[in-house]
């Protein structure tokens, strides 16, 4: 694709070409958002950040990303902040809104909704998450993740092994990086869920016309077994009938140390989209794994702002210029990653 | 006037050179706006976007303003996150808040207060909207509109004929409008309302007195033939004592293409204050207008930063400033006007 | 104490030599908290300015702080904008967020909350609120203030006479003052309240036990006699059983100036922690006092500014840079303080 002026609404959007450029992009910029370095390619800019939906930790890894290439945000945080909530047509607030910023984040809780407010955008849209449909920086902070931690372990993506855990269901995250992962070659996926809550059919047979491996199973422990990546999602009580029903399952797609050391090959890669629900009666990924070297959910965090500079530098299109104007950093940084 | 330092809280501030003056700075930053240059004059400067109601996109226009003029924003947005609700006066709210920032820009709900706190405030202060007394830059970029949509036409605002439809007895927007429109000559005013929605007697009696020609109608067809601009509000279903009444109403004073063409002279200029209510049972203008040239709505909103942004730097005094900070920038920008 | 890289989490933490060291980089910071000089030494750095409970004053105050000193600040207002209502711990929440940013200024309903964010973050934290527990940098604002108006009457800290007047009890302001004040020398504290609500023992007898005199009343006009200043604290109506009783108590422990002119020493003076409530039936600190140049309540405000420009200097260890990156302002100023 063409990024310059380009709208990110989908994940769909992307070939395996376009994803090794967003990566290559993110690595760059790994010294301003380390602190090593600051530069000030878009000083002057302005980023409309969007959110009629509240996000505390998207929003503000968006607006952090911006501001780390210079630019200014101006942002919304909820929907009762909003005109939409005065009958205003998604096509009118979408013509006045892309007046006052040079490029837009927004998220919005209906699905599709972003599409429809990009078509009638002057500016380049970036979808931060519309309902249960698509959330496209998030499954490319879970891929670059993926190839980061692979390749520390002299590994690539081709040929891995990559569980996924909970409710597949209903999950955009997991269906948005299924269907990034499926451009690459020979993946194994071990699709663990209840029967109730499996991946949804569309998504496992275009995985299997693709070539790809697919193991569904309701056996969390079989499941768990050599792979390369385990990725945890949250089992949502509220897709139950009860609250007896989803506890049915809930102690067993728990991971905690003692389930890893017994069934995980050594070095397996844990990952959750986050937050994690660490309340006792959820409780889907143990605080005892902090320490593992395996759990990568808050370098997922962190790669989040590298895979969003990385958007907002191709779509503005000042990749070339953003070391030109870089700078040395002169406050306090130690000891932050 | 003499702008420097001056609180921006009425309409009836300003005689027409104030008027020009403005406008010919809110001209001088259309390079800004428009992405072509930008300018750092407010760089470093703060300003205190104090929003004690919801709005997002007066909010939002007021901030991207500042930011274009190279200045950083403080924001609050709702009243509920504010000390006012544990009983502090306006008074000592304005002593506190004057302190955080070079000028403020201030919406609340009650009339009279922006006032109110600009007397006890230390920076200037905009009135970004008190209750239904007055919105002075919404009046301000209504009439830039006006100007230069006839200025595109070959025409100026004196001798013009403007009508003005819907609740014109709440509406705060066509009162402050009527009265920056007066301080020009030989206007006609055709005012489109139900009996009961009329426009002030008062509001009458001045533009009448002014030596303006205003005729009162409940007649939409006839009121909208022969006018260059047609400023379109909103029936405001709350104040009538019923739905039913409300919808008595709406049916007539709703624009669409077909009573457009069939009613308004060609190239008559559509306005209005926005959001419109895109809803079924609301609609007062049509999206079958959409490409129609003349829909200038907008374009209103556009006008408002430009507004904004002049109003910023007459307050704070560096009309003299802004260019000589300017620099070409380099991220994308086509396609935005 | 070192305080590069810090966290600043309770008044505890300070030493007579560290308070004079914030305070006299705070003394630094005036031309551009008065807007007589810009610096930019923090240009490029980040802010995570987290209030997790609503407020408007302290956190407009540190995020123009940081502005003051050239950085940007990203934002949250409210705990219903955040992921811990989904369940994630504060340890998860520091680890995420404390990738987005240099420096992190939070704010909690829950005791101990900050500490706790501090224990797991990779950046500084300053503690801005724990619920009843800490608010460090406003008992700084508050000694910072003590110092320079006694010192506006040739006195310094040591050998003064205090009193405090209200809710002595619940009040964490007071508590934390009283933590600080006792580091100097001689100072006698007049504790003004009712029976029920004294300063804690544990409090009272730490201040004995530092060697000063503590005098604990419940008759406010002859507490008032020979202070230096009077701080004076709201009446909690939600502490007491009923609003019956509470108004037994409110008209004694009200300050205004017929009471001050009798009993107050000429110049005394009057503080506050704000905000003060001003309805009728409250009104702790009449508006009549509003000329009195005893009244430091505003400058308190202004002060806070000061401490938080200089805390945020000495965490990120830029107070030798503060100067070399400065500038002349050149928009409108005049009439600020």
Redesign the interface.
């Known amino acids: 694709m063409h990024f310059?002026?380009a709208h990110i609404l989908s994940v769909t959007q992307f070939d395996r070409n376009d994803i090794e450029t967003i990566f290559r992009v993110a690595d760059s910029m790994a010294p301003y958002a380390h602190?090593e370095r600051?530069t000030?390619?878009?000083d002057?800019?302005?980023l409309?950040n969007m959110f009629f939906e509240?996000?505390?930790?998207t929003?503000?890894?968006f607006?952090?990303a911006f501001?780390?290439l210079?630019g200014?945000?101006?942002e919304?945080?909820?929907i009762?902040?909003?005109?939409l909530t005065?009958?205003?047509?998604l096509?009118?607030?979408a013509?006045?809104?892309?007046?006052?910023?040079?490029i837009i984040v927004m998220r919005h809780p209906q699905s599709g909704s972003v599409a429809d407010f990009a078509r009638a955008s002057?500016?380049?849209v970036i979808n931060g998450g519309d309902g249960e449909n698509e959330h496209p920086s998030q499954a490319l902070l879970d891929l670059y993740t993926i190839e980061k931690e692979l390749l520390g372990r002299d590994r690539g993506v081709d040929g891995m092994h990559i569980a996924m855990v909970g409710d597949l269901r209903h999950g955009r995250t997991v269906h948005s990086l299924s269907r990034l992962v499926q451009l690459f070659d020979d993946i194994r996926f071990t699709l663990i869920s209840p029967a109730e809550l499996r991946m949804p059919e569309t998504i496992v047979n275009e995985l299997r016309e693709r070539g790809h491996e697919v193991v569904e199973t309701d056996d969390m422990e079989n499941g768990l077994t050599d792979n390369d990546i385990v990725y945890l999602t949250r089992i949502q009580e509220e897709r139950f009938s009860n609250r007896e029903e989803a506890n049915l399952y809930r102690g067993r797609f728990r991971l905690n140390q003692a389930i890893y050391t017994r069934y995980c090959q050594p070095n397996t890669v844990i990952m959750h989209p986050?937050?994690?629900?660490?309340?006792a009666e959820?409780n889907e990924l143990d605080?005892d794994l902090?320490q593992n070297p395996g759990l990568a959910?808050?370098r997922q965090?962190?790669n989040g702002?590298l895979i969003r500079m990385a958007l907002f530098a191709l779509?503005?299109?000042?990749c070339d210029?953003v070391h030109d104007t870089a700078?040395d950093?002169?406050?306090?940084?130690?000891?932050?990653?």
Do not use: Q
């Open positions: 310059p002026g602190r600051m000030k390619v878009l002057g800019a302005i409309g509240s996000s505390t930790r929003r503000i890894s607006g952090c501001n780390m210079g200014e945000v101006r919304t945080t909820s009762s902040a909003s005109s005065k009958g205003e047509s096509y009118d607030t013509r006045v809104l892309s007046g006052y910023s040079d002057r500016v380049p986050l937050p994690r629900d660490s309340r959820a605080n902090n959910i808050f965090a962190d702002v779509v503005l299109d000042v210029r700078t950093i002169h406050w306090y940084t130690e000891d932050r990653f």
